[in-house]
């Protein structure tokens, strides 16, 4: 069973959290919200989420691929946690998958894993992506590094990560259920 884990940071994007955990439970993954801090965690538009656990309690090994929403302050918080980047660290090194949308990336800058890598991100935070290869796609892969625009393309990022997690055929089985634009 693949086992993802999305970190969660108090004013995270809401959209781009629960599309990426829905899809990916869809698909089969095992799929664990983890809190940088304890109880419930209030999004950037005001909706709580309970996260499965604390980051602080998760075995990072046992994870295949490690997502992070973006939003506002949720993005800032997560870079501030230096248990997030020990984390983005550890999974690059060991060269599991690392998925990051709309302002997440600037999280894999501070932890620094985009050294010349081509990804993408929310146009506001473009100008703090530094020795990068920006593109405008809504969804790019670079390596084990996978990034994605806004939460319009929520979506689209998710089917993303069920393919590189899985295959085609697995993202084609849940997009039959869920109809989305591909």
């Known amino acids: 069973m ?11 994007e809401e959209i781009e959290t ?24 209030q999004g950037s538009r005001g909706i709580d989420l309970v996260p499965d656990s604390r980051l602080d309690d998760v075995k990072i090994d046992e994870f295949d691929m490690v ?27 060991a060269d599991k998958k690392i998925a990051a949308i709309c302002a997440a990336p600037v999280v894999l800058q501070s932890a620094g894993l985009l050294e010349s890598k081509t990804l993408t991100s929310h146009p506001s935070v473009q100008d703090e ?9 809504r969804v790019m892969v670079d390596e084990n590094i996978i990034t994605s625009r806004s939460p319009g393309t929520a979506m689209e ?26």
């Open 2 to 12: 693949k086992k993802v884990l999305v970190m969660l940071a108090p004013g995270f």
């Open 18 to 41: 629960v599309t990426v955990v829905d899809i990916l439970r869809r698909a089969g993954a095992r799929v664990t919200l983890a809190g940088t801090e304890d109880g419930t965690l």
């Open 67 to 93: 997502v992070l929403p973006g939003g506002q302050p949720g993005t800032s918080n997560l870079q501030k946690n230096e248990k997030v980047k020990d984390i983005l660290i550890k999974m690059n090194q």
């Open 129 to 137: 992506l530094k020795n990068v290869v920006y593109s405008k796609n």
């Open 157 to 182: 990022f998710s089917m993303k990560l069920v393919e590189i997690l899985f295959d085609t055929a697995r993202m084609e089985t849940v997009n039959k259920g869920v109809m989305a634009k591909l």
